[in-house]
């Protein structure tokens, strides 16, 4: 399996502008999640999905952000209009199930790193 | 009081000895804990599992964990340079992985 897939690598963007995150979770997964990771915040969940439908996005920092699964093998992270301190290394996570057993276990992808000047 | 608590380190061990790591949390319907290591620049990846009160056993690495204590640990034995990382501790609660700021471990020759 090609594990979870993320694009682009590195986001570059000025103030103002919208940004879109993609990642591809593993085939057969039901869970999808996004992360992001700051020095100062550490890792932290901002959403996530079980088969296509939000479950949980209280940690989604603000009207800003908006996140979609259109169907089972692809999902997107919007920011508009970003910010400076949007800027973060943001990962897509996958899991096959959350039943408090080995199926539990998230796999990361490469992540995004987004700097927003 | 955060929801898990790990030692920020660096936590310096020499090439060979043991590298223990130590994790605390705050939920106690916390399920699945799991450990992760993370090189700089990449993305976390899962070291260990643990589910149930004792020990787990996996090559060099060993989890215990002890529910009644929130306390969740992670020893490496054999400590190699390439396990100079940072160790992610996560209770999974309600669904949701709660991880802690790490532990970075430098192993030295």
């Known amino acids: 399996d090609a594990g979870v897939i993320q694009s682009p690598r590195h986001e570059v963007t000025e103030m103002g502008q919208e940004v879109t995150l993609r990642c591809k979770p593993i085939s057969g997964h039901d869970y999808l999640f996004w992360y992001r990771q700051t020095m100062m915040r550490g890792l932290e969940l901002l959403i996530y999905?079980?088969?296509?439908?939000?479950?949980?996005d209280s940690g989604m920092p603000e009207d800003r952000f908006s996140a979609k699964m259109p169907n089972a093998s692809f999902s997107t992270l919007k920011i508009q209009p970003s910010e400076p301190r949007d800027s973060a290394v943001y990962f897509c996570?996958?899991?096959?199930?959350?039943?408090?057993?080995?199926?539990?276990?998230?796999?990361f992808g490469p992540g995004t790193r987004l700097t927003v000047l | 009081q955060k929801e898990v608590e790990q030692n920020s380190g660096p936590l310096s061990v020499p090439e060979g000895a043991i590298a223990s790591l130590n994790c605390t949390y705050s939920?106690?319907?916390?399920?699945?804990f799991f450990w992760y290591r993370q090189y700089s620049g990449k993305s976390p990846e899962l070291i260990m599992s643990?589910?149930?009160?004792g020990d787990k056993e996996d090559g060099r690495f060993t989890a215990q964990l002890n529910k009644a204590s929130q306390y969740v640990s992670l020893l490496i034995r054999d400590s190699q340079p390439s396990d100079s990382a940072t160790y992610l501790c996560?209770?999974?609660?309600?669904?949701?992985?709660?991880f802690g700021a790490g532990t970075q471990v430098v192993v030295t020759p």
């Open positions: 996570a996958s899991s096959f199930s959350l039943a408090g057993t080995s199926t539990d276990t998230q796999y």
């Open positions: 996560a209770p999974l609660s309600w669904g949701k992985l709660q």
């Open positions: 999905f079980n088969n296509n439908v939000p479950i949980d």
């Open positions: 643990i589910y149930s009160n």
């Open positions: 939920d106690r319907g916390s399920q699945s």
